[in-house]
């Protein structure tokens, strides 16, 4: 038996973890730059608040009724979900982590689920704060369907292929289904495919013909034959990417060069921390899409002669691209930096014969800026390159501080 484990309100709860009062409030957590709604609290979806809805679109409904905008918080978010996993991990043995907030679990057929459950629930919230909606299946499909129908109940959900079940599947719409999309939803519905059970009664071979082996195993899944089973290795990344967009452009050339800084400094920490190198980096830029400009798209492709996770390196590589396509005439909106073809770190790499000298390697210091800023905070310390100015950094004007994260930020307590 599969188990779907899921944080209600993810980004939300974990506000409310330090900040009690937003509890029975109405809260959205937006996007970088303060542009998008990406988090919603249950009071706020009441309000009809929609997922994704700009700032300015719903400023009317803020006001008249005191909606609480927080900007992203990610460092925050980050550090909980990893509490929340290492939770599981600490009392299962197959523990599949799905996303940020959701976890699947794998039990005996023969489980006591609405115990378990009710059992896991308070022990996640005891231990992070976070409440959860956990869902059982003999399926990965059918125990995220049961997910959604324990967040309405409050309570653990079981759904299996039987009839006993039939009236849930019935009610739910095929777009619930986990892997149907929103192309896939209107083409189902043109086959006259409205609910789960609609989906769950098709041939399989059907669904195989008319759309792909994906959709195939999902009618299977539905009738509790379990196709995907526990992923519990991750894959490794094939690509890193660091990449954002500006809260003003920037016209200035050192600026453009401290963010890209910036962003290799994160980028490199990230190959580090997940044991990989890079060979090939791509560097580029460009203009507002939403101004009346033509658009412009720099880009430089960088072909190291050999593998490197190396901060320095990184940063040395793409401020040289920046100031190969750098045009004083261009409002820059957005860059970023991406690191392709990455490379086992811990495996030899191959010398190349006759090569120069290297440059200064320095993955001695790269390890105790790594040890200081996981101990104390992400960019505690930080390569000078990367400046001091945050000025042309994300708008964030509501972000709570980092409270797991940094000591600087650690929650204070008043008593009188
Ligand atoms: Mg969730």
């Known amino acids: 038996m599969f188990a779907l484990i899921d944080c209600n309100n993810f980004f939300v709860s974990c506000e409310r973890v330090f900040r009690p009062d937003l509890e029975h409030k109405p809260v959205v957590v937006l996007s970088s730059n303060d542009g998008c709604v990406i988090a919603r609290s249950n009071e706020a979806k009441l309000l009809g608040i929609p997922m994704s809805a700009p700032l300015f679109e719903i400023r009317h409904l803020v006001k008249a009724y005191g909606v609480e905008t927080l900007s992203c918080n990610f460092e925050l978010y980050g550090d909980m979900s990893h509490r929340v996993m290492n939770v599981l991990q600490q009392q299962y043995k197959n523990v599949e982590v799905y996303s940020i907030d959701e976890a699947f679990l ?7 689920w609405a115990q378990e459950g009710e059992k896991l629930h308070r022990h996640i919230l005891q231990c992070t704060g976070i409440p959860t909606s956990i869902g059982f299946g003999p399926t990965k499909t059918l125990a995220k369907l049961a ?13 299996d292929g039987t009839s006993s079940y039939h009236h849930t599947l019935k009610t739910t719409s095929v ?25 769950m009664t098709i041939e399989p071979s059907w669904a195989r013909r008319n759309y792909n082996i994906i959709v195939e195993r999902i009618v299977q899944e539905l009738n509790g034959f379990s196709c995907m ?6 894959e490794p990344k094939k690509s890193i990417q660091i990449t954002r967009s500006f809260f003003k452009p920037i016209r200035d050339e050192e600026i453009l060069k401290q963010a890209i800084a910036r962003y290799g400094f994160r980028l490199s920490a990230k190959l580090r921390e997940v044991s990989q190198k890079t060979t090939t980096l791509f560097v580029y830029a460009q203009n507002s899409p939403f101004r009346n400009e033509t658009s412009v798209f720099h880009q430089r492709t960088i072909v190291l002669t050999e593998p490197t996770n190396s901060t320095s390196t990184i940063i040395g590589h793409a401020q040289e691209a920046i100031k190969y396509f750098f045009d004083p005439k261009v409002a820059y909106h957005k860059i970023g930096i991406m690191a392709v073809d990455l490379r086992d770190a811990t495996q030899p790499s191959t010398r ?3 090569d120069k000298p290297k440059a200064l390697a320095r993955p001695d210091i790269d390890k105790v800026m790594d040890t200081l800023n996981k101990r104390f905070g992400l960019g505690t310390v930080r390569p000078l390159s990367c400046g001091e100015s945050i000025e042309w950094m994300n708008k964030r004007d509501n972000k709570t501080p980092a409270y797991t994260t940094n000591w600087k930020n650690l929650v204070q307590v008043k008593a009188k």
């Open 106 to 112: 794998m039990f005996d057929a023969n489980l006591d």
């Open 147 to 159: 997910s959604i129908q324990a967040k309405a109940l409050g309570v653990p959900y079981y759904i």
């Open 175 to 199: 777009s619930k289904i986990w892997g149907i999309g929103a192309k896939l939803t209107k083409s189902l519905k043109q086959h006259g495919i409205y609910s789960a059970y609609d989906l």
């Open 229 to 234: 089973p526990l992923t519990l290795i991750q």
């Open 352 to 354: 190349v014969l006759f």
